[in-house]
């Protein structure tokens, strides 16, 4: 699968913005989820984002529970997730988000069903960032840094991820306690960061 994004749910906006900066990564986008509870801040790479999001106090709806979103940003759970582009045979449950118009539904892979799981789904539309048109992305991380070489992603029992191992371009699954470690490429292609997110 094609990786869209990578996200981590923390705690509220302070923390998410000091963790940008620590990444070394410039904030492109925020927006805010309404019925999902959600807010969140987005930096751009040419190829794909990383997203921090939190809970920002407004209610969430009865389907974003259903789906385990509002349990995860509770604290329940894995707070890491992965967003695919384009279609897959991976089994997935529909999830009706309250911000998106009315009959379209986001692609929730079934493994998200468990909490042990990181919350994977289809990014409707996906777009790299360097080729979308919205104005959001802006000049991305140029002129620094380009691409993703490499996402690793750590969680406590690798079997809640069975599905996904070698399902992702780019991604690995080690187990460990629950982190995102990604090195970051030049536009030349050679190795421009690295960071790490603990969950």
Known sequence: MELDHGFL???DEAT?????RAAGLRVNYGRAHPGQGTRNICAC???MFFELLWADGTDASEETG????TARCGGAGSRIGLSWREETDQPCDAYAAPFLPEGLSIPVAQM???LAAPFVFQTPGGTPPIDRTDGLTGTRQSPDIATLGAL???VPALEAVAPLIGAFDRVSFVAGP???TATLLAPNGTRAAEFTWIS
């Open 9 to 11: 749910i923390v705690q």
């Open 66 to 69: 259903r789906i385990g979103l």
């Open 112 to 114: 998200s069903r468990s």
């Open 152 to 154: 690793e992603i750590a």
């Open 45 to 47: 790479l040419d190829d």
């Open 16 to 20: 998410a913005r000091a963790m940008m």
């Open 178 to 180: 629950p982190q995102i």
